[in-house]
């Protein structure tokens, strides 16, 4: 093989590598900070960060700039990153986008939604309906999985994208609000939209969806003052009925 060509694939090779390390500390820091092992409004230090994933900083360096693109980190001249506080009316924007996408995705899936998806999903609802000895996370996992397997039916994958960054942003909101509404109530909501969606009632499915999604700042604020709660007194059990 050509010595340039050698090269090439090597750089591709270390590259890939370089890639893959990056998106495995992305992932760890994301999880640090929906598990509040990094408080909201806290200075990441870097260093002690780096040591505890067992990476040097370069890839911890690159994944925090891109937690901070995506809006879970800010940055402070001469200070570095810190993690963004949670602010009702900032999460409240985050809602106000979320229903405006999903209403818009639920009625393009509406129309273009293939039967056998909606009966897939239609499955996934009557397999996950049993689920009240189950951790919040798997809850939460459930519920992030219906809806977005419904924007996905869209066929819209930018619209599929922002959802996934929105819902990382109001994750621990939501995991508040599952506990206080209870999976049944989440359950039974599900389905109605899902059932406008095989009568493929756009109409309908998008009123459903916007009333399921939208959320009052008051709510929110009553959630945010929850969590803080947790995060300085402590949190309650992981288990949900």
């Known amino acids: 093989m050509d010595p340039k060509e050698t090269a090439t694939e090597a750089n591709r090779a270390q590259d890939d590598s370089t890639a893959t390390m990056v998106k495995v500390v992305y992932d760890r820091l994301l999880a640090m900070i929906n ?40 940055t402070r001249p001469a200070k570095g990153f810190f993690c963004r506080d949670l602010n009702p009316e900032d999460t409240f924007q985050l809602y106000q986008l979320r229903a405006i996408i999903e209403t818009a995705g639920v009625r393009l899936a509406a129309r273009s939604a293939r039967d056998e998806d909606l009966t897939k999903l239609r499955d996934f609802l009557m397999s996950t309906a049993d689920s009240k000895d189950e951790p919040i996370e798997s809850l939460l996992s459930y519920d992030e999985t219906f809806h977005e397997s419904i924007v996905k039916m869209s066929g819209n994958a930018e619209m599929l994208r922002v959802m996934k960054n929105l819902n990382q942003r109001i994750r621990p909101v939501r995991w508040i609000d599952l506990n206080r509404r209870g999976r049944p109530a989440t359950q039974r909501e599900h389905q109605l939209i899902l059932t406008a969606l095989i009568e493929r009632d756009a109409d309908k499915a998008a009123s459903l969806m916007e009333q399921h999604i939208t959320r009052r700042l008051d709510e929110i604020d009553s959630s945010i003052r929850q969590i803080y709660g947790h995060i300085y007194v402590g949190r309650p059990s992981r288990a949900t009925g």
């Open 35 to 74: 598990d509040f092992e990094i408080k909201p409004g806290e200075r990441v230090n870097e260093v002690l960060v780096a040591r505890k994933l067992g990476v040097s900083r370069t890839p911890l360096r690159e994944a925090l700039n891109r937690l901070a693109i995506e809006g879970f980190l800010t």
